[in-house]
């Protein structure tokens, strides 16, 4: 991992290359992964979910002509656009767009909800790695939201600012994503997960046992969901709430389907949408469980829930791809592993597991070989720690 005080001095001096000065603000953001709760938080439903010690900066110098300049040292093509113009475009697929339009859509979104927003020549850095399900989208949008509070001397409220970027994704980016990954990114703690119930959108802290490490094995495999896989999973599920609601009245998403309500009725769902709603309901169900079982760090259940997550994601919610399954069983078979599933919406990015902090060396080494072996590509494993949620450098 590249050492802060360096980032920040190679920052500085690209920074200075590009406009001729230095940067007068930094502001940074993290990404995330979900220990459990995999397409839940459209459900609303649970998640537990950990900020990554991977973020974004962010550096800035304030102008005075409502215009913002932003370039990124993660991807060609800087930009520039006035904050008097901005215009919501139509919903274009996120593909289509271009990456600052993360950036002007964090600008719009506070523009419209009343905050003051003005203009700055900007730099962006960061080491959250790009469509893997770490979030890199809400890290840069929540560092620039903390961007736009720290040169506009105000602080939004934190659920609201997590809210204002989801709804710059959702509107202005064409991404139609759940709270999770910019919740996480602003309410993240150091050493901490965070229970999330995306209905009341309230967070629980949850401790780590300190025995236990968080390890990222990336497949390497770039995630190709944008588009249809997401949208046709988002529709099944409010598919299996609406037949639900028709008998139950109480149930408005699946978080208010039981296990039992669920088997009782499999025949009055098509197959398809029957196997997506169980996945919900049990994963939900796993989330709950995980909060309980995880600071007391028991191996056996952690284990356990680890690998039923896994298998409904490859079997029920059929998100899974074969790198996955192969980073699934180099992980399994590794020496200190605890549990290991999928994180993220699936298709690609990375697999999740916890492993005994001791043996997290013998394990990373164990895991890239047994992978590579199997799929000819050299994965990335490492570990992470929670970090705090978005705002000034450490
Ligand atoms: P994820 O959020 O899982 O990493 P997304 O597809 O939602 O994947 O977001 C990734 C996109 O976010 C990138 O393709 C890029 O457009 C934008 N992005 C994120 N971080 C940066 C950065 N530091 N510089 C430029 N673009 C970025
Ligand atoms: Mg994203």
């Known amino acids: 991992m590249i050492d802060p005080g360096e980032r920040k001095e190679r920052m500085a001096e690209r920074f200075r290359q590009i ?24 459900n609303q439903g649970y998640v537990m979910t950990m900020t990554i010690d991977r973020d974004t900066w962010v550096a800035a110098a304030s102008r005075p002509d409502r215009r913002v300049a932003i370039c990124s040292m993660n991807i060609a093509g800087c930009n520039e656009f006035s904050l008097d113009e901005l215009k919501q475009p139509l919903q274009l697929p996120a593909s289509a767009t271009d990456w600052t339009s993360y950036v002007a859509g964090v600008a719009w979104a506070m523009g419209a909800d ?10 962006v850095h960061s080491t959250v790695p790009f469509g893997s399900g770490l979030s890199s989208s809400a890290a840069l ?24 970027g989801q709804r710059a994704e959702n509107q202005y980016v064409g991404m139609n994503c759940g709270i ?63 037949i639900l609601g028709g008998i139950y009245p109480q149930v408005r998403t699946l978080r208010d389907v039981s296990a039992e309500m669920l088997s009782r009725h499999r025949a009055d769902l098509p197959e398809v949408v029957y196997r997506r709603c169980k996945f919900i309901v049990q994963e939900d169900q796993r989330v709950l469980e995980l909060a309980d079982c995880l600071p007391e760090g028991d191996r056996a259940r ?83 720690q929670a970090s705090d949620g978005a705002g000034r450098l450490a």
């Open 114 to 123: 009343g905050w003051p927003v003005s203009g700055f020549d900007g730099l």
């Open 302 to 384: 952690l284990g356990e829930l680890f690998s039923a997550s896994f298998a409904g994601a490859r079997d029920l919610y059929e998100i899974s791809v074969p790198a996955m399954q192969a980073m699934h069983a180099a992980m399994s078979a590794a020496p200190g592993v605890v549990g290991a599933r999928q994180a993220g919406a699936g298709f690609g990015g990375c697999l999740v597991a916890l492993v005994e902090n001791a043996r997290a060396d013998t394990f990373a080494e164990y895991v890239s070989q047994a992978y590579t072996r199997s799929t000819g590509i050299q994965p990335n494993v490492y570990t992470v």
């Open 180 to 242: 999770l990954d910019q919740f996480s990114s602003v309410m993240g703690q150091a050493g901490s997960t965070i229970l999330l119930d995306c209905r009341s959108l309230s967070g629980q802290i949850i401790p780590m046992p300190p025995d236990l490490a968080v390890a990222i094995c990336d497949t390497r495999l770039e995630r190709h969901l944008a588009g249809t896989e997401y949208s046709e999973r988002r529709a099944q599920c409010e598919e299996g709430a609406r």
């Open 19 to 42: 406009y001729g000065r230095d940067p007068q603000a930094w502001r940074r953001a993290p990404g995330r992964v979900d220990l459990m709760g995999s397409h839940t938080d459209y």
């Open 141 to 164: 949008e929540m560092a620039v939201a903390a961007l736009f509070e720290a040169l506009g001397g105000y602080r939004v409220e934190r659920l609201r600012l997590a809210q204002l």
